[in-house]
């Protein structure tokens, strides 16, 4: 499945995982793990703005976004016309734009988006600012890492919920429409979370009959979607 616009290939997580060696920091990234992956409903909005480079204010690209999940730890996410569901027994990714769906074998995704631990090898310890309503946490690349990004910087609220993710990011992108030449900048992306609710997530968000139906291990795609390509990599 091919990913055309910018901001596709800029994002790979909804919610990227940080560490911190600070014993402040490692509570408070804890406490926000547990928000997230706790067994309740849970529902926000999201919007996606890419800068073209790191400096800039004028955004060069954006996506609005909606995330649900249900006590049963079940993901919907919607970022503009592109679709995930990830339940307990099958994965499914929507592309509207590119007619395709991609089906893999479901997993507790949740289980690993949220393992802060994973980048500690890759991150110095982070500048954590109090401001008052949210923590401000900055975490700068080490020389040697295997992150895509020179710099991630948290709005965590005193909640515990993020409202936002900066993202610095360490490659260059090329932002040329022709492929004759090249215009590679460094971009930057910022992720701003809407208020989040734990008002219950409705069930037919999660019921893949709408999409495609499974019968003796065969996937046959709804009436909506049987111009799609299906990519079964279950």
């Known amino acids: 499945m091919k990913i055309k616009s910018k901001i596709k290939r800029a994002l790979f997580f909804l919610l990227i995982s940080c560490c911190t060696y600070s014993q402040n920091g490692e509570e408070i990234l804890r406490k926000v793990r547990t ?7 849970l529902q ?7 800068y ?4 800039d204010k004028k955004v060069y690209e954006f996506y609005t976004g909606l995330y649900f999940k249900n006590a049963d730890n079940e993901v919907y996410i919607k970022i503009n016309d592109t679709e995930y569901l990830i339940t307990k027994r099958i994965n499914a990714q929507i592309s509207n734009e590119e007619k395709a769906v991609l ?5 507790n995704i949740l289980s690993k988006e949220y393992d802060f631990g994973n980048l500690f090898d890759d991150f110095q310890k982070p500048l ?8 401000e ?9 295997t992150q895509p990004y020179s710099k991630l910087v948290l709005h965590i609220g005193k909640d515990y919920f993020i409202q936002k993710q900066i993202f610095y990011y360490a490659n260059a992108m090329d932002f040329s429409g022709d492929y004759r030449k090249q ?3 460094y971009p930057r992306l910022e992720i701003i979370f809407g208020k989040h609710s734990r008002e219950n997530v409705p069930l037919a968000l999660f019921d893949t009959s709408k999409y495609f ?3 003796n291990k065969k996937v046959t795609l709804a009436a909506r979607y049987r111009n799609y390509e299906l990519i079964d990599h279950r």
């Open 128 to 135: 954590i600012k109090d401001k008052k309503t949210y923590w």
């Open 213 to 215: 139906t499974v019968a």
């Open 35 to 41: 928000q997230y992956s706790s067994n309740k409903s």
């Open 52 to 55: 073209k480079r790191q400096q």
């Open 183 to 185: 215009d590679m900048e």
């Open 44 to 50: 926000f909005s999201t919007t996606y703005n890419l």
């Open 137 to 145: 946490m900055e975490f700068k690349a080490k020389p040697i890492t």
């Open 103 to 107: 089906i893999t074998n479901g997993t």
